[in-house]
């Protein structure tokens, strides 16, 4: 996961509409955000974990702008809302949630943080949007919401993974970042299951009665309504799209970028084609995946054919006698040496005894046709997994290249933004400015169509009311074999969580303690780092000996910064490392190391500092990885805070 663009509306003391795009350069992957202390850094990372989990709001105060709602009437509606776009695993999305609010007549607004609207799209660059079924359950497998805290953390409590108390907060941070707690989940579940079957189940469970009393009318009505605001959308979108290529024209015509905005123009064009060759291949994976149950037969039909091999090595199959040639012999009583035998011959005994032994020829040949198809098919899985292989590695390439253009864009974009020609600079943040209204009449398009979709159902489900219940009675003989099942399934996970626990406690300790030296400014003062068995992280010093309670307050961030990212590392999740405040409690030395190794253990960083966090030494370390930065400017009069890009 890697963020493009955050954007704020009415978010606290962030009146009306702001918009940061974050750096998605992978040699400059630094976006800095300064701010001296109340500016608006806390109010800015709290809407981040706001949008993505619709957490992180209680005790803070209002969320909608008070400036807002100040300028608003009595009675009327104001609203809030935050949308970050994002690519992940070569796709691009934008996740938003907004909350409303009235406005009373003694000026005060009531929030309705319960029915708050979220929304996940996958709206690539020039394509089509759509929104995300179950869009909170995809965004938790994106970045889950458990393990957040350890990608978006407060650098004020950093330090609290390196505290003497702190094994229980260590262990289960391993446990969510490395999905350990998926493994104890399922255990413990089936283990209440089992505990459950136990006791019960002769019981009748019924569906809920659904009964719909809209009426048809109103229902109509918003209907017209919709279609009618979606028209007005798909307008709105095309206008977007003609302004943006009228800007791409006007651009072509200045002398200084050019030569930029052709290399737009032809990286724009590749992406496209990419993302058309990313859809192409991810229908032929489908297809191919279709197909699985082929490799998943591949056991029965390797022991079928070893069976029919064995008959074939003894003679069974295909028999050496033909049945039909036994029978002529018989009922001509002739042998093939031309003596004649009658009923009671030993010479027809034998022959019957050899009708009894041989294979009829239609079995044997069914036999033989279907070693010939299993064999096909064992061909044809091998050949699958082949090929599923080489398109998921040809996937994994579509992507690096897909991320890289849309980098190689973002970096034309900022250079034409950043045009000492004004007219230039203002033409490519109008383009951007367009950009951003598609996404935002996009998402309401989405949002409007989906509401649009669930009236026509209602619609349907008012000529007709709904009325099932379904019994079902568990019978005890299935409740038995669902005991053991469950009991088996709870003792088999919990074997291989303790041994995949364990590895991935010392993958941890090995990535910590090489992370440490990197940004402990004196690690040769330090010979180790442990995570011990009961999940302590222990520090080993020169001498040999523990040196955990000796250590300094910027220590143990330093300590607990290793930890986080060590987990990052072996979890192999790409996302963002967001902080808050992070240096502010570490001395000048920690500072520099942290800041000049910091940027290459994570795909993304963005900072909210102070000007006394980021100075001297450990700002000139990050200037060359910084691909954005931004100041939020706190306007006294208003309480309201700007954001300003720093040229």
């Known amino acids: ?172 941070a391993i446990y969510q970042v490395l999905s350990l707690e998926v493994l104890t989940r399922a255990r413990d579940h089936l283990k209440n299951a089992a505990r459950e079957l136990r006791g019960q189940l002769k019981g009748v469970v019924s569906d809920e009665l659904k009964v719909l009393i809209e009426q048809d009318t109103n229902l109509r009505a918003d209907e017209d309504r919709l279609e009618k605001r979606i028209e007005q959308l798909k307008e709105e979108i095309v206008s977007a799209e003609r302004h943006i290529s009228e800007v791409n024209q006007q651009l072509r015509t200045f002398e200084e970028v050019q030569n930029l905005q052709r290399q737009h123009d032809l990286l724009t064009q590749q992406l496209k084609e990419r993302q058309k060759e990313r859809e192409t291949l991810i229908e032929g994976i489908r297809d191919i995946a279709s197909q699985s149950y082929i490799s ?52 027809h005994e034998h022959l019957e005894n050899l009708m009894k032994t041989s294979v009829p020829t239609s079995l044997e040949d069914n ?33 690096r290249k897909i991320e890289g253009l849309a980098a190689q864009i973002d970096d034309l974009e900022r250079q034409m933004e950043g045009s000492e020609h004004v007219e230039v600079s203002n033409l490519a943040k109008q383009r951007d400015e367009y950009r951003a209204d598609i996404d935002g009449y996009q998402e309401e398009k989405i949002r409007a169509e989906m509401e649009l979709e669930g009236i026509k159902q209602d619609i349907k489900d008012l000529e007709k009311k709904i009325s099932q219940a379904e ?99 072996v979890a192999q999740n790409e996302a963002p490392l967001i902080m808050d405040t992070p240096f502010g409690r570490l001395s000048s030395a920690h500072r520099e190391a942290i800041t000049n190794n910091l940027p290459a253990l994570a795909p993304q960083l963005v900072l909210f500092v102070t000007d006394e966090e980021l100075r001297d030494q450990s700002l000139d370390n990050l200037r060359p990885r910084i691909g954005a930065e931004y100041r939020l400017i706190f306007d006294h009069k208003t309480s309201c805070t700007e954001i300003k890009e720093v040229k």
Request: charged content about 30%; glycine content about 6%.
């Open 296 to 347: 998943m037969s591949e056991k029965p039909i390797t022991m079928a054919l070893a069976l029919l091999d064995e008959k074939r090595q003894r003679g069974e199959i295909p028999s050496n006698i033909r049945e039909q040639f036994i029978k002529d012999l018989l009922e001509r009583g002739i042998c093939i040496c031309g003596r004649r035998f009658d009923e009671h011959d030993n010479a």
């Open 1 to 172: 996961m890697k963020i493009e663009r955050v954007q704020l509306t009415n978010f606290r003391q962030y009146f009306e509409i702001h918009r940061i795009t974050f750096s998605l350069d992978p040699d400059c992957n630094v976006t800095v955000i300064h701010g001296v202390n109340g500016a608006g850094k806390t109010s800015f990372f709290t809407a981040l974990n706001w949008c993505l989990y619709g957490e992180s709001v209680d005790n803070i105060g209002q969320i909608i702008s008070k400036e807002a709602v100040s300028r608003a009437k009595s009675g009327e509606i104001v609203e809030t809302k935050v949308a970050i776009t994002f690519y992940h695993d070569g796709e691009r999305f934008t996740a938003s949630r907004q909350l409303r609010g009235q406005k009373h007549t003694d000026g005060t607004i009531e929030e309705a943080r319960g029915d708050t609207e979220f929304m996940l799209m996958r709206i690539p660059r020039g394509g089509v949007a759509e929104s995300v079924k179950n869009p909170i359950g995809v965004m938790n497998t994106i970045l889950p919401s458990n393990v957040r805290t350890y990608f978006l953390f407060d650098g004020e409590k950093i330090d609290n993974f390196a505290r003497p108390e702190a094994a229980h907060e260590v262990r289960d």
């Open 367 to 399: 036999v033989l046709s279907t070693a010939g198809y299993l064999r096909s098919l064992q061909e044809r899985g091998n050949e699958n997994r082949q090929r599923l292989n080489q398109r998921m590695k040809d996937k994994a390439d579509l992507d």
């Open 471 to 569: 019994k079902t009675q568990y019978r005890e003989r299935l409740l038995s074999k669902k005991l053991e099942l469950a009991q088996d399934a709870s003792d088999a996970i919990n074997q291989v969580y303790e041994k995949f626990a364990e590895q991935k406690r010392k993958e941890v300790e090995e990535q910590t303690r090489l992370i440490f030296h990197e940004l402990a400014w004196k690690a040769d003062h330090f010979q180790d780092v442990r995570l011990t068995d009961d999940y302590q992280l222990e520090v080993i010093d020169r001498y040999g000996m523990p040196a955990r309670p000796e250590l300094s307050a910027g220590e143990r961030q330093v300590l607990s910064l290793s930890f986080i990212t060590a987990m990052a590392k």
